[in-house]
């Protein structure tokens, strides 16, 4: 059985600094800098071995390429298997990707016995990128080996149970063909969220602009990131964004006693949301709305991004 069995084990691969106006948050504070986490995640369903994303290089490539990279004491994917978890990288036998950026696909070529399965609007931009995207995707006329060169994959268009347990669904807006993933599990449906989004507040509202949710800037189509985020809250009983460091840092495995449920698709008095139903997968499951009297004490404690910590 696997649902019952279902883990989830978060993997820090190192930080990257980014901006929080041109990154984070759309009209954040622009030129204000956040140190972010760059996770990927192992799945044991018991039955199945499964990596979702493959995160980052070591610190100098990143660097060299990318944003200003630390490792803090992080290890490579492949590392941090077999020296915190006990795995060799032979054991593992799928890795699902969210999109195809470069700090989430590092390594994958250590894990001989895996199929590769990606979007296949990824897969696409990926090896033929706009050239606005050269250096996301690592395109080979920078003079960068992309991770994933040589490499074979199956690819996914549209919503698709990938393994028993494991639903790939269409978040597009962050890069054309991004997919989060869904496991789930004995305390719910925890979604992987890849950069969809890139915290948890994301998914709360920017008051200043009268924002059902305070979406991040980083988006190749606004209308379509938009309604992924929409998608995610209302799919999800937990997320797992891959640069958010409480979400993931809040236990060593997934799901645990005492773990935050989400109030999927809550209505706020005084914000709206802009598409449609909940998917006919999660039929039922929409929270009931915010009570008129509890909004002003619910807006007030959520974090400002201008307040946030370097
Ligand atoms: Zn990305």
Redesign the pocket.
């Known amino acids: 059985m696997t649902v019952a069995e279902t883990r989830i084990f978060p993997i820090n691969t190192g930080w990257l600094h980014g901006d929080l106006g041109t990154y984070i948050f759309w009209k954040g504070p622009a030129g204000k800098k956040k140190w972010q986490p760059v996770y990927c995640h192992f799945v044991d369903t018991g039955e199945h071995k499964i990596l979702i994303d493959t995160g980052l290089p070591d610190q100098e490539r990143a660097s060299k390429y990318h944003h200003n990279c630390e490792k803090r004491g992080c290890l490579q994917v492949h590392e941090h298997l077999e020296q915190k978890l006990g795995l060799h990288p032979d054991q593992i036998d799928v890795i699902i990707f969210?999109?195809l950026?470069w700090?989430?696909v590092q390594n994958m070529k250590e894990f001989r016995n895996a199929r590769y399965i990606a979007p296949k609007a990824e897969l696409e931009m990926a090896y033929n990128p706009l050239p606005l995207y050269y250096r996301?995707y690592e395109c080979g006329i920078l003079g960068i080996e992309p991770a994933y060169a040589g490499c074979v994959f199956e690819a996914v268009d549209g919503e698709s149970e990938v393994l028993p347990g494991i639903t790939m669904f269409p978040t597009p807006g962050?890069?054309v063909g991004?997919m989060a993933v869904s496991v789930a599990t004995s305390a719910g449906d925890i979604v992987v969220c890849?950069?969809a989004i890139f915290e948890e507040r994301n998914l709360e509202p920017n008051p200043d602009e009268m924002w059902r949710y305070w979406v991040p800037a980083?988006f190749v189509n606004s209308y379509e990131g938009w309604k992924s985020v929409e998608e995610l809250d209302k799919r999800a009983d937990y997320v797992l964004p891959?640069h958010d460091h409480a979400a993931n840092a809040r236990s060593d495995v997934f799901p645990y006693e005492g773990m935050p449920i989400r109030k999927r698709r809550q209505a706020i008095p005084g914000y709206q949301f802009y598409f449609g139903d909940m998917p006919a997968s999660a039929a039922g499951k929409e929270a009931p709305a915010m009570a008129a009297e509890d909004v002003d004490a619910y807006i007030s404690s959520l974090a400002r991004p201008e307040d946030m910590e370097d």
């Open positions: 969210t999109h950026h700090d989430h996301t962050h890069s991004h890849g950069d980083r891959c």
